[in-house]
């Protein structure tokens, strides 16, 4: 961590607990006691309120209303900041735009952004409206009503509280405690019907910070076309690969769920599953589905 990474550290800690000792600030920053007290030094060389005090209530301080400049901030990290802040707007997420205007006021500089990352959907404009309505309701501490249709069809309702927003592999999920399940719960924001604020208060001991799933894995292995390789190794890794004579053997560890077998039949006849076997054979069995469809 450089010097400028420990004062700022510091500082930070000071205004957060108002006090500390050298050797707790030592062990934290993983330096030796007479590098907290040379960062001290610099400190107060360049302004800042730090003191120590001496005896049995001694420790280091801050001046009572003190706050930390926003040039602490270097100009990358100022650069960091605005552009991440510039991408959240995107979502409406609730006062990114407005933070985004103060920042840069602050900082009398705005983001000189070329990298944009845009969150939307080209196809669902309700996923916007969603997620200001659940930030709402977490500021409020609040929980919300969901209609929600599961990836079967089945349409039920919930009541939520909300622990998590996330985004990830192309699409936005709610985590959180589903009083009708009696436990925590992943919503896709897609399948959400109807979203609206509840009066029940927001328990916190309910939420948690482990709010990812946990999932088992199993081996597979497949034969696939071999112009469908280029897109697999984009949506997937620890690919081992064997070349056979018109196609490729195909084998990897994946996470098991739903999800599997919908994507593994999105390749359609390019792709033949061989282990494991069970899943094999409920391939076989939506593919006599289909044919009786269309028979």
């Known amino acids: 961590m450089s010097q400028q990474s420990r004062m700022f550290y510091i500082m930070n800690y000071l205004s957060m607990h108002q006090e500390a000792t050298a050797p707790f600030l030592a062990e934290k ?9 040379r960062d001290l030094d610099n400190l107060s060389g360049l302004g800042f309120p730090v003191y120590a ?11 009572e209303n003190h706050q930390i400049p926003a040039t602490f901030v270097t100009e990358e990290e100022q650069e ?3 552009s991440g802040l510039e991408n959240l707007t995107v979502t409406e997420f609730g006062g990114a735009d407005e933070l985004s205007v103060k920042l840069s006021s602050l900082f009398k500089r705005s983001a000189d952004s070329w990298l944009a990352i845009d969150y939307s959907s080209w196809r ?12 709402t309701a977490r500021k409020q ?3 919300v009503f969901l209609t929600y249709e599961n990836s079967q069809g089945v349409v039920s309702e919930r009541e939520v509280a909300p622990n998590k927003l996330f985004f990830k592999q192309h699409n936005w999920y709610l985590s959180g405690y589903c009083y009708l399940k009696e436990e925590h719960r992943i919503f896709k924001l897609k399948r959400i019907r109807k979203l609206t604020p509840s009066e029940r208060p927001l328990d916190s001991a309910l939420l948690t910070e482990n709010y990812m799933p946990e999932y088992s894995y199993q081996q597979l292995v497949f034969i696939i076309e071999a112009d469908q390789l280029p897109r697999m190794q984009e949506e997937l890794s620890n690919l081992q690969v064997e070349p056979m004579e018109n196609r490729l053997k195909v084998s990897t560890w994946l996470a098991t769920g739903e999800w599997l077998f919908s994507y593994l039949l999105s390749y359609g006849a390019a792709l033949e599953v061989l282990e494991p076997k069970e899943l094999r054979e409920r391939i076989k069995e939506e593919i006599q589905n289909y044919r009786k469809l269309y028979e």
């Open 53 to 63: 005090q001496n005896g049995r209530n001694g420790g280091i301080r801050l001046l």
């Open 141 to 143: 501490k609040k929980c």
């Open 29 to 37: 920053l993983e330096v030796s006691v007479r590098t907290i007290y």
């Open 80 to 82: 960091v900041l605005l």
């Open 124 to 135: 669902k404009s309700e996923e916007k409206e969603y997620i200001e309505l659940l930030t």
